[in-house]
């Protein structure tokens, strides 16, 4: 297997992360888009959530991540046992994630699913690929909110649909690359398709927001749901 090497360079991220819940075991955080939520192999990505936040929380680890471009809700524990026992709560899929996004084009379905395999490929690095055959198993849920149009500088509309997507398992880039399967890709996504549409260029980010994020605490054991509405 040929040897993955990331170029990637993240440029400066200005905006600062958003605390929305804390105690003794664990954080809970708005992560703004363009930043990095591990600091990369690269020397020159060091700025990163794991890195921000553990000059204020010594010892803190990342229990999950977002996607440099996608905002919202993370949880970050404050020790090895908390990271222990959520982390066992994402792998056996207990934690229920929900997505805000926008879609390019207008759905014709109000709701569905897509399930569709995702498999890696380091000569196509860092795009994933659907594959029935080499992929992990994915599958992700979409309900249509709202479609409407975005009127561009020129004044031609582009169409656009809002969705709720809810990932049941949690493959890299699951909802960009399956939205673009559906025939949607999520609106300023580079990697599969979001910014091909004439008159796509315009957005500044990802369109792309962890919205909820529904779990046990670890020592409490009551269910937190935590909601995050979306920037956009």
Same mark, same amino acid.
């Given at each position: ?5 990331? *170029?990637?360079?993240?440029? %400066? ?7 929305? &819940? +804390? ?10 888009? $363009? @930043? ?7 020397? +020159? ?6 890195? %921000?936040?553990? +000059? ?37 899929? =207990?934690? =229920?994630?929900?997505?805000?996004? /926008? ?7 109000? +709701? ?11 000569? /196509?690095?860092?795009?994933? !690929? ?9 599958? !992700? %849920? &979409? %309900?249509?909110?709202?479609?409407? &149009?975005?009127?561009?500088?020129? $004044? !031609?509309? @582009?169409?656009? *649909?809002?969705?709720? /997507? ?20 999520? @609106? $300023?996504?580079? /990697? ?6 004439? $008159?796509?260029?315009? =957005? ?29």
């Amino acid at each position: 297997m040929s040897k993955i090497i990331d *170029t990637f360079i993240a440029p %400066r991220c200005h905006d600062k992360i958003e605390i929305l &819940y +804390q105690d003794d075991h664990l954080v809970l955080i708005n992560k703004p888009a $363009g @930043l990095l939520s591990l600091s990369g192999k690269n020397s +020159q990505n060091i700025d990163s959530v794991h890195h %921000r936040l553990v +000059q204020l929380f010594p010892g803190c680890t990342l229990v999950h991540r977002l996607d440099f471009g996608t905002s919202g809700l993370m949880v970050v524990a404050l020790n090895k046992a908390i990271n222990a026992s959520l982390c066992q709560q994402f792998s056996q899929r =207990t934690v =229920t994630k929900v997505y805000s996004a /926008l879609l390019c084009g207008h759905l014709d379905n109000n +709701q569905g699913v897509i399930d569709a395999a995702i498999a890696k490929d380091p000569a /196509l690095f860092p795009l994933m !690929s659907i594959c029935a055959i080499h992929g992990k198993p994915a599958r !992700s %849920r &979409y %309900r249509v909110a709202e479609r409407f &149009y975005h009127e561009l500088e020129n $004044g !031609s509309l @582009l169409p656009l *649909t809002r969705v709720e /997507l809810t990932p049941e398992t949690g493959r890299t880039h699951q909802l960009r690359i399956h939205c673009q399967q559906l025939g949607h890709p999520i @609106l $300023g996504c580079d /990697l599969y398709g979001g910014r091909l549409q004439p $008159g796509t260029e315009w =957005t500044s980010r990802l369109m792309l927001h962890a919205s909820e994020l529904h779990f046990v605490h670890p020592v409490s054991e009551e269910w937190v749901k935590a909601h995050n509405s979306s920037p956009f």
